[in-house]
């Protein structure tokens, strides 16, 4: 009974870094029609950027700070020049964009910072007892963070008005730029907005699991399953779906190892593409 | 003048569709452009906007060549548009609608708000569905809520697409005291419409149209008389 | 379009092929078996490119075909023995095919990018569960086995030579591609590239779509696993490392830099790909991929014919 218990807070804490990840892609999709291949590629370089500025500094809060800001201006600049040729063009074309760019960095990122692993320290040290096991604080902390940035970015979209822009050029393109909203502007902000996001779960996730150039295959793999699961373009629905991927999966790591628990993540996708191709957490039509 | 199209020609991939259209609109001008379906009528309108680039010929604007810029700057500049499908956003609210309009450079809270209030003034229903969904009104409320949202870019010229298609005949008239009420405030507007009659009264100039050009034109007036032509290219 | 001369192609595709028979008796060991390769490779981009190329669906999981080939191939080699060369080669495409089977029912139920995302991810159940599956497939370090004899029973039993092999692996390869391009040459083909051009319009022609797809996705995988099969022969290894995406996404550049829609394209593509690999690696170790990456990416934007499309129409024109 208490492994479950552990487990679900594993799931919790796993799922909201998740989200953060995934809800930056969802938000890319769901305004141009992107799917980022290379969007855990942004999640390493964010991790990679944060180590060595912790390293620098010693400070975890201005690592976290200085890899948002500029894996956002990075993001901004790849859409600009590589994705706004492609806009319009067929979904095939910039799937292929998108991986030759993750190629890219990823090979980037083993000339840039070498071939062995980073670690960050964890800001917040020390452990309290969960049932049978010492638990870190951090993990807390991190998925704390993590659902705080999301509520931001909530109450961005609904309040401000960059954020009304974002919801009516994701509706109506065209019909956004008649209104006068600037729309390449658009694009290339939520573009780093998606890239900033995931650079932060990048560096969040550092103290986890270490930092590795190759770490980003295995985000975006995750993300793209959690986007489909919880509907292309819907916010809400990819945090649900990222909580439910991950809760399952910490489950299932209690009955088999973690390495094959990943499959438990793959059936969902399947099982939803079968019977709710539209996505588990979309609110069924009127 | 206003407005000015030259000689436009734009396709549609490989479709040619207009074939050399040359019209102009004055200040504070209703002009009419009809025709049957499909003759490009909806492609002028874009073509002005900016949502289709024209391979040949000009659009000028007060003076302005704005061919083939992007629709955000023409907007900016001083031209609305409403689209045929009204294409209201489904998901935003009616005040967050009215919003997109509304938040431009150069516009303060006190304006915004007054804008507003005018919007609810000439379109009382849409002030009573103020937080309401986009989606959720009916189609002459969503037709309203697409010809305020135009007004609150304070435009100079409003390119209004069939706006009483499918509406009752109540809500035509409102649509036609709306047109007159915009050209009462100086407002020049474009009219593409299919009711032959709306047409006539609203405009004191109509332009004809046949597969992607401009076949006749004359004071509306003189049309009213002689409506053989009318039935001529419109087959009315 | 006037049927050109078929001629300078069938030159061009014999000079080539001489070329190929003669390399095992001319080039060292280590380039003889760095050729057969490329063979074997150009095999597995000739295979995603009837889907990538001809019907327009992009394939991430192709890894999981050559890897079950392979898998399949080493099976019946250790299962069997004396290791038997046919039942390896029934075996391998069995398995491959199975897999494509699987495939192709998403296939026809999904669009563009969810079947690229869903082939990713089944590449990555195959991935998973051979390198957990230690038992069964070796986990992590895959299986060996020994190389089976060529023999057709009453005419002749022998083992494989270097250049035998070569040329095994050779003939394979080419009547492999005569296949395909008589395959995409033919009416079925059209239809396939009718789909990739446009696919509401096919349907609303009468063709039934989800039959053409489950056809192109069936006949893809196979030639996939052949690939894997021969590269059992070949290595007398299985790894999971094949199975990984990486493979996947290096076929997706063979057939982007090569060509696409081509068949010949990719091979090319595998070819230079390879070779670029070889020489420049040992300066550059695994940078060389950085500016590969990028010309790869300014192609797809740019040039999406690839090499060899571009040099198509330059030369038509």
Known sequence: ?286 | ?236 | MAPRSQTPYWVGFSVILVLLIVAPLVLPEFWRRFVTEILIWGLLAMSSDILIGYTGMVSFGHSAFFGLGMYGAAAALLAVKPANLWLALLAGLVAAGVIAAFVAFFATRLREIYFSITTLVFSQIFYVIIFTWTEVTGGENGLTFSQPALRIPGLFDVRFTPASLHWFVLAVVVISYLVLRRVTQSPFGMVLQSIRENEPRTRAIGYHVERYKIVAVLLSGLFAGLAGVLYAIQNRFAAPDFVFFVVSGEVVIFNVMGGMGTLVGPIAGAAFFLVLREVVSRYLIEYYLIPVGIIFTAMVIFLPQGLLGFLKRRLNS
């Open chain 2, 1 to 236: 003048m206003i407005l000015r199209l030259d000689n436009v020609h734009t396709y549609y991939g490989k479709s040619h569709i207009l074939h050399g259209v040359t019209l102009e609109v004055n200040p504070g001008e209703v002009v009419g452009l009809l025709g049957r379906n499909g003759v490009g009528k909806s492609t002028t309108l874009k073509s002005v906007m900016g949502l289709v680039r024209p391979s040949e010929g000009s659009v000028t604007f007060e003076g302005q060549t704005i061919t083939g810029i992007p629709p955000h700057r023409v907007a900016k500049l001083g031209v609305a548009w409403v689209p045929e499908d009204r294409r209201v956003f489904k998901l935003l609210t009616v005040a967050e609608n009215l919003r997109t309009g509304l938040d431009r450079a150069g516009v303060d809270d006190g304006r915004k708000r007054a804008l507003l209030e005018r919007a609810f003034t000439y379109f009382p229903r849409l002030g009573e569905r103020k937080n309401q969904l986009g989606g959720t009104l009916s189609g002459g409320e969503q037709q309203m809520l697409a010809i305020a949202r135009a007004m609150m870019l304070e435009p100079r010229i409003i390119l209004l697409d069939e706006p009483t298609e499918g509406l009752m005949p109540r809500m035509v008239s409102e649509i036609r005291q709306i047109i007159e009420a915009l050209h009462q405030e100086g407002v020049a507007i474009l009219l593409v419409e299919q009711n032959v009659p709306l047409t006539l009264e609203a405009s004191s100039r109509v332009y004809i149209m046949e597969k992607g050009i401009i076949r006749h034109q004359a004071p509306a007036a003189e049309l009213r008389q002689n409506m053989a032509v009318i039935h001529e290219y419109l087959g009315v």
């Open chain 1, 1 to 286: 009974m208490e492994q479950i218990l552990i487990q679900t807070v594993n799931g919790l804490v796993n799922g909201m870094i998740l989200a953060l990840v995934a809800s930056g892609l969802t938000l890319i999709f769901g305004i141009m029609d992107v799917v980022n291949f290379a969007h855990g590629d942004l999640v390493m370089l964010g991790a990679f950027v944060g180590a060595t500025t912790v390293a620098a500094t010693g400070s975890f809060w201005i690592a976290l700070l200085s890899a948002a800001l500029t894996i956002a201006l990075f993001g901004a600049l790849l859409q600009v020049t590589t994705l706004r040729p492609l806009l319009g063009r067929d979904p095939l074309t910039t799937i292929l964009a998108t991986f030759g760019m993750s190629l890219v960095l990823q090979k980037y990122a083993i000339w840039q910072w070498g071939p062995t692993a980073r670690a960050i320290r964890e800001p917040i040290p020390g452990q309290f007892t969960l049932f049978y096991l010492q638990y870190p604080w951090y993990r807390l902390g991190a998925a704390l963070f993590a659902g705080l940035i999301i509520g931001g970015l909530y109450l961005f979209l609904r309040r401000a008005t960059f954020g009304v822009w974002i919801r009516a050029t994701t509706q109506d393109r065209i019909m956004a730029q008649a209104m006068g909203i600037p729309v390449p502007l658009v694009h290339a902000v939520v573009f780093a907005i998606g890239a900033a996001m995931a650079a932060a779960s990048g560096v969040l996730f550092g103290p986890l699991a270490g930092v590795t150039h190759n770490m980003g295959f295995d985000f975006t793999l995750r993300a793209f399953i959690v986007v489909v699961v919880g509907g292309m373009g819907n916010l809400g629905g990819s945090i649900l779906a990222a909580i439910f991927i991950s809760l399952l999966e910490a489950y299932a790591s209690l009955i088999v190892t973690p390495a094959q628990a990943v499959i438990v993540s793959f059936v969902v996708l399947i099982l939803t593409l079968l019977f709710r191709p539209t996505g588990l957490f979309v609110p069924t039509a009127r």
